[in-house]
């Protein structure tokens, strides 16, 4: 395991293809820098999928997109919990959130903002902040589960690592109906936030908890 300055980062997806949307380019940053960048996905969402694709689909589709992304398949940890179902395992939840804590020992977590409306992203924010109280604590912007997000940090990225993040994302065919997941939609959304930050693209977080 490659640490930058012993900095390992974590980033905690409540479904598969989460983290990807909210924070794929900045991965793929880190990576590229050096960084040891872990993966924690909460549900394989099997009752969610599409009519027609196998219940493993999403388990194929966030293997791929990660390894797009650079993270090394050791890094890439995948629990089940049903979806839209979080808040009935709640403290098995925070039990596996411990143990991450407690494996990786991260500088950084990414995590759903505390505005996103979704019920399962909801429960790993929440139970974020109780495991990972000692760390600094982003939390990343998905606009379709926000009715207002308080951004107030930034990472500037490329055209490489946006071009990584669509990528990535392109691999989750079964999710290719949804609007977030065109290539215009995440452009647009980066280039946004890269006026607001002075670059060509960026991605933007809310600061919720910095330990320097």
Not at 85 to 114: M, T
Not at 149 to 164: A, D, T, Y
Request: charged share 20%.
């Amino acid at each position: 395991m490659i640490k930058k300055n012993g900095q390992t980062i974590l980033v905690l997806s409540p479904h598969t293809d989460d983290a990807e949307l909210g924070c794929g380019a900045s991965i793929a940053k880190f990576i590229s820098e050096g960084y040891c960048v872990v993966y924690a996905s909460f549900s394989l969402c099997k009752d969610s999928l599409p009519a027609g694709y196998a219940a493993d689909t999403l388990e194929k589709e966030v293997k791929k997109a990660t390894a797009k992304l650079g993270i090394d398949k050791a890094n890439l940890i995948l629990f089940d919990y049903p979806v839209r179902r979080f808040g009935e395992y709640r403290q098995a939840i925070l039990d596996d959130l411990l143990q991450l804590n407690k494996k990786f020992k991260p500088a950084l977590v990414f995590i759903p903002s505390s505005t996103d409306i979704h019920q399962d992203h909801g429960v790993i924010h929440t139970e974020a902040l109780r495991a990972f109280k000692y760390c600094t604590i982003y939390g990343y912007e998905m606009p379709w589960n926000n009715f207002s997000f308080s951004g107030s940090s930034f990472i500037k990225i490329n055209r490489r690592q946006l071009g990584k993040k669509i990528n990535a994302l392109a691999q989750y065919q079964s999710q290719q109906h949804r609007p977030y997941m065109k290539e215009p939609f995440i452009e647009s959304l980066a280039t946004v936030r890269g006026v607001q930050s002075g670059a060509p693209y960026a991605e933007c977080f809310e600061t919720i908890r910095c330990i320097l």
